[in-house]
């Protein structure tokens, strides 16, 4: 029974059925592979449990989705395996806002009783991103879909624990760390983004025990002046030799703190003194190691001053800020204010302004580990694309500080550290130990947790059953490609390159695919506060998931950003209705039972030719596709279809179609409907669901577009001089065709044709048909010579055509035309002229009104001579 397509377009009506019957069937589930045959992995990179689908993602996944789709065609053992992160600072910060409005906080819960919340919340909510990229079509093998904090990932997160623990390489320390206010917890260097803000630089005195004058300081957050413990200078600076381990007064505080000597105080740089606040700069910290300076810390977790300050205690740290500026003031201190612009920290999750604190944490010793990831990039094992970002990468990675990895939060992993309550013992083990090893009391587990990014940096294998040696991870790790953004190249990449050689002792996949951000149409980052968000589900509900996919694969250059416009969503969508209606065509035309190319002497030359380029299409998407240039893939296809079959073949193949019953019907009818696979085929990994409703009405289709190999380039279907032919011939019809347009002539007045050509054999009486239907030719006559009296002469690379000016042009409705132009044009001059000959106009008026009537009097005369030359030419006609 023959099968059509519905008038319209509309992907609405199948694209939902198509995926549940994908999921149904296995689609994306790996088959067992035969002995050799090529591998191809990749693993998502999780989205959190809090998100919702935007255009970041749907980016990222579409790229990964094409990948994905272009090796499983391709004949890989194929797996995208997909999960979600439990972040837990965005995650533990929505139940609390949850609870505040309930009136409820997290101490009064407690701590099980949060997590039985945390677990409900991600029950609720943390599969919602998961069926938004099931709308996308992405063709993850959801059977494998994994969690951060599942089993087997919370197993591995312990086992690398206690292996870096063990090894020395991870130790618990006092240090500087980054501490959010508002999260209420520390954060990692990579979780602080800077940006540039104004702000001061208040100068200080402080003045000597005893008298005989001062030193002068400076700085931007004068609240910290509270825990200062010393000022430095640098030892080579001659003005302050002497001064050296003196005394001075600490201002509103009283404290007496020394002049100490470090190389941290710059000779050129200021006054050449600096303020040291120990527990409150990492620079200060240092400074305080070496010169073994005690730690004051005076502010509180929220930001607020401690109670040893009594007559700032419980201030927020601006409020203190102007507070302590105005008692320095009133005091004689404060010896000026200089303005300044300078890069302040902000935590990457909520945008409050970090502070650098001294605390209790665990940290990752990060030396040893980056050296064998930073030359797994400098020999080559792995690439990134664009090559640019692999500088991100090793500046990151060659100036590194030790890794921060607790959390001071509820949700996540917590760390597998047990304390002695009795005898203060620690012990760190995967599993939780029953007694204290050392006096037999009971031991309490470390109330902190790990940093979000320990567990994503062993995202690559612990999702293939790592540390279990599992079928999985000998199939298909190391992965193969990584898909992400330039943004956490410092925050994931580098993690996971470091994590997996030092458990593994593999690379975690061989190459990283940058992609820029998706911006709006005025090149800006789509934010809250701009209100220039694009929901990526509300484009899928109008006009389909794959014009989305469509509208961010095109023009895509790896590492650039990207623009998306209403106008690039409706290219797709013209582009889905374009290959719909062409679709819809050929089947209407079709009576062929099943597809298969007929022999080579049977092919016409547009046969021959339509073949060549589908073969040349097929080894550009391939080559662009291997070298992740997916934009200039797509652009070769699209350039394909619309141009190349919808725009001329189709055409060039009607007559033949027509010719119904017929051998050459059927043989045209063959090529139309083995093209049309192969395109839908090509567009799969970019279009999949109209790809595969069209697939499935095709004659002799299989179960599913899923099951065809993608196309490879055929050395049978190379055609050069058919090629040449079709082309000086399409270029003949296109020049025809615009010189006809230009001259206002219908397509429905039909002309002979001369055609003049040393190529007389590609304008052979095989494609005249094409000019008498395509160019409005009554006959076709290729001749040695023309004698040129006046007929419209047209010339491409190949001939000079000839249309006698009588068949194309009507010479008395032509001449009433030009009569009727030319009292036209004598009417405006007249008029002109008057108003030109009128000395109050020309006077008073305004001189550019003037000068505007001026110019008209030249177009409009201008005008009369072509008119004037024109009906010249028509005398004797």
């Known amino acids: 029974m023959k099968k059509e397509l519905p008038k319209t377009y509309d992907p609405a009506s199948f694209e939902e059925r198509i995926y549940a019957s994908w999921c149904a069937d296995g689609r994306f589930t790996p088959k067992p592979a035969a002995p050799g045959a090529p591998h191809y992995s990749i693993v998502m990179p999780p989205p959190n449990i809090t998100g919702q689908l935007h255009m970041g993602h749907a980016l990222d996944n579409t790229l990964q989705d094409i990948l994905t789709r272009y090796k499983r065609m391709s004949g890989f053992t194929t797996l995208w395996l997909p999960g979600t992160d439990h972040a837990s600072i965005a995650t533990e910060a929505k139940i609390v806002e949850a609870m505040r409005r309930e009136g409820i906080t997290k101490e009064q819960l407690g701590r099980e009783k949060f997590l039985e919340r945390a677990w409900a919340w991600r029950e609720k909510y943390g599969g919602r991103i998961i069926e938004q990229l099931k709308k996308l079509g992405s063709s993850c093998d959801w059977t494998r879909e994994r969690f951060t904090m599942d089993e087997g990932c919370s197993e591995a997160v312990r086992e690398v624990f206690v292996r870096l623990y063990k090894k020395g390489l991870i130790y618990r320390g006092e240090r500087i760390i980054n501490w959010c206010p508002h999260c209420r917890t520390s954060i990692s260097n990579a979780e602080v983004s800077y940006e540039e803000q104004d702000g001061h630089f208040w100068h200080i005195r402080y003045p000597f025990v005893g008298g005989g004058g001062y030193v002068e300081v400076a700085t931007t957050r004068p609240e910290t002046l509270l825990g200062d413990t010393a000022v430095a200078v640098n030892p080579a600076d001659e003005r302050y030799r002497d001064k050296i381990g003196q005394y001075v007064v600490l201002p509103l505080v009283g404290r007496r703190i020394p002049i100490v000597a470090d190389e941290h105080a710059q000779l050129d740089k200021g006054t050449g003194c600096v303020k040291i606040t120990p527990a409150h700069d990492p620079n200060d910290f240092e400074v305080g190691r070496r010169c073994r300076l005690p730690m004051e810390i005076v502010l509180t977790p929220e930001a607020k001053i401690t109670d040893n300050y009594p007559k700032y205690a419980g201030m927020d740290r601006y409020e203190a800020r102007r507070a302590i500026v105005a008692d320095l003031e009133a005091g004689g201190y404060l010896a000026g204010v200089e303005d300044l612009k300078h890069d302040v920290g902000a935590c990457y999750r909520c945008g409050t302004t970090i502070e650098p604190m001294v605390s209790l944490q665990w940290f990752v010793k990060m030396e040893p580990l980056v050296r064998p990831a930073i030359d797994a990039v400098r020999d080559g094992r792995i690439r990134f694309v664009p090559e640019r970002f692999s500088k991100n990468y090793f500046h990151w990675m060659e100036n590194t500080q030790d890794w921060c990895i607790s959390r001071q939060l509820w949700w996540g992993h917590r760390i597998p550290a047990y304390y002695c309550d009795a005898c203060g013992e620690m012990v760190v083990a995967a599993e939780a130990p029953d007694k204290c090893p050392k006096c037999g009391g009971t031991m309490t587990q470390d109330p902190d947790t790990l940093d979000t990014w320990f567990s994503s940096a062993l995202w690559p294998f612990s999702t293939m059953g790592w540390p279990k040696d599992t079928e999985d991870l000998r199939t298909f790790f190391p992965t193969n490609t990584l898909v992400t953004g330039y943004d956490i190249i410092t925050f994931w990449v580098s993690r996971m390159i470091f994590s997996a050689l030092e458990y593994t002792g593999e690379i975690p996949f061989d190459t990283v695919l940058i992609h820029g951000l998706v911006r709006d149409a005025q090149g800006r980052k789509m934010s809250k506060s701009l209100g220039n968000g694009i929901d990526p589900l509300e484009i899928i509900d109008k006009y389909g998931a794959d014009a989305l996919r469509f509208a961010l694969a095109t023009g895509n250059s790896p590492g650039n950003d990207m623009r998306f416009s209403d106008e690039r969503i409706e290219a797709a969508r013209n582009f889905a209705n374009k290959l719909w209606n062409a679709a819809r065509f050929v089947m209407m035309n079709l009576t062929i039972e099943s597809v298969a190319l007929p022999p080579a002497e049977r092919l016409a030359a547009e046969d021959k030719w339509i073949l060549a380029r589908l073969n040349e299409t097929v080894a550009s998407v391939r ?156 006959a076709v006559s290729v001749v040695d010579g023309y004698a040129d009296d006046g007929a419209v002469r047209i010339v491409t690379d190949a001939a000079t055509m000839y249309i006698p000016l009588a068949d194309i042009v009507d010479f008395d409705a032509e001449r009433k035309r030009l009569t009727a132009e030319l009292t036209a044009a004598e009417g405006e001059i007249a008029r002109a002229e008057s108003k030109l000959a009128n000395e109050n106009f020309v006077s008073r008026a305004p001189a550019n009104v003037v000068e505007a009537e001026r110019t008209k009097l030249a177009k409009y005369r201008a005008q009369r001579e072509g008119i004037l030359e024109a009906l010249a030419a028509l005398e004797g006609k």
């Not at 040449?724 to 001259?743: H, L, P, Q």
């Not at 429905?748 to 190529?759: D, G, N």
């Open 623 to 778: 080559a662009n596709l291997d070298s992740y240039e997916i934009g200039v893939a797509l652009g070769a296809l699209y350039d394909f279809v619309w141009d190349v079959y919808c725009d001329w073949y189709i055409e060039l193949s009607k007559s033949s179609v027509a010719m119904k019953g017929t051998e050459r019907s059927a043989d045209a009818q063959n090529v139309l409907a083995y093209v049309l696979t192969k395109i839908l085929v090509l567009l799969h990994p970019f279009m999949p669901f109209i790809t595969e409703e069209i697939y499935l009405n095709l004659p002799g289709a299989s179960e599913s577009i899923m099951t065809e190999e993608y196309p490879t380039v055929r050395e049978d279907l190379s055609f050069p001089e058919e090629e040449k032919k079709i082309a000086r011939v399409i270029d003949a019809v296109t020049a025809i065709r615009g010189r006809r347009s230009e001259m206002n002539v219908p397509p429905s007045r039909r002309a002979k044709l001369f055609i003049v050509t040393k190529y007389p054999e590609s304008f052979d009486a095989s494609t005249h048909p094409f000019f008498e239907r395509l160019a409005s030719a009554s």
